[in-house]
């Protein structure tokens, strides 16, 4: 094995691109936890919290959208083993002048759920975004991070100063 393929697990020894094998990895249970944010104006906010946005309810969107995303994150994001997740949840918080989406994926499987958790975020989050723009075209999604993830070889891992 070359010194640059032991680093870079998804490049060959040619330099190609190529899929992690994980056959030979332990099933265990996975679990992730990711959250993101969307700012947005006072206005935007209390219709989106009033049910009285145009497009309708804006969270149930952004749930199911999520959840869709998570299910379809190894067609999304290149290299990605496409995944038969057990459960897949996103639910929101009010904040002051924002809403925050956390989703929570979780298997039983030989790879992370990571990018599942953070997919369904980020389509929450976005999905926010369209149902609500015509009242707010300058809302800002960010913070879009993983907070925390158990299973696997490297364990449980927690970011530092998490909110998880």
């Known amino acids: 094995m070359s010194e ?6 998804h490049l060959g020894d040619d330099g190609a691109a190529r899929m992690v094998d994980v056959g030979g990895k332990q099933s265990s249970n996975r679990v992730a936890v990711a959250s993101g944010r969307i700012a947005m104006s006072a206005q935007a906010l209390a219709a989106i919290r009033g049910g009285e946005a145009p497009k ?4 149930a969107a952004a749930r199911i959208a999520g959840i869709m995303a998570a299910k379809r ?3 999304l994001i290149p290299l990605c083993h496409p995944l038969a997740l057990d459960a897949m949840t996103v639910e929101f918080d009010f904040e002051e002048n924002a809403i925050r989406a956390t989703g ?8 992370g ?7 369904a975020v980020s389509v929450a ?3 926010i975004y369209d ?4 009242i707010d075209k300058a809302m800002v999604i960010g913070e879009v991070r993983l907070l925390e993830k158990q299973g696997g070889k490297s364990g449980h891992w927690r970011a530092p100063g998490g909110d998880s």
């Open 125 to 127: 989050l976005l999905t």
């Open 113 to 119: 759920v990571e990018m599942e958790a953070m997919v």
């Open 4 to 9: 640059n393929s032991s680093r870079l697990t």
């Open 56 to 59: 309708g309810d804006v969270l």
């Open 104 to 111: 929570t994926a979780s298997l039983t499987g030989r790879t």
């Open 131 to 134: 149902m609500a723009k015509s």
């Open 73 to 75: 994150t190894g067609e």
